[in-house]
């Protein structure tokens, strides 16, 4: 059974950093995607960013680009979220995801989510 664990998140003004990581287990496939997905309050879920474990390729939404980074230690089943120069409308539940079939736009499964709250 597959289990993911979000964690570090919290609240911070606007510019200040958060680190986010998950902890998978029961998780063994080596090539997937891997990442992170959020949800604000009366928005659509939305794709932050995503990494292939087998390449390290990485995939970022514009919203994002520059400020946050996904890293991964497949030696440990985690990765992580560095997210940098954090903005008003940052805030919203981020979850950790892992992909069933390679892609992280198909079936996936997801972590119980972690608060990001950025305030002014």
């Known amino acids: 059974q597959v289990q993911l664990v979000e964690s570090g998140g919290g609240s911070v003004q606007a510019g200040g950093s958060l680190r986010l990581s998950c902890v998978a287990s029961?998780?063994?496939?080596?090539?997937?995607?891997v990442g992170w997905f959020r949800q604000a309050p009366g928005k659509e879920r939305e794709k932050v960013a995503t990494i292939l474990r087998g390449t390290g390729s990485a995939y970022y939404a514009d919203s994002v680009k520059g400020r946050f980074t996904i890293s991964q230690d497949n030696a440990k089943n985690t990765w992580s979220l560095q997210m940098n120069s954090l903005k008003l409308e940052d805030t919203a539940m981020y979850y950790c995801?892992?992909?069933?079939?390679?892609?992280?736009?198909?079936?996936?499964?997801w972590g119980q989510g972690t608060q990001v709250t950025v305030s002014s």
């Open positions: 029961g998780y063994t496939y080596s090539r997937n995607c």
């Open positions: 995801v892992a992909a069933r079939y390679f892609s992280c736009d198909t079936d996936k499964y």
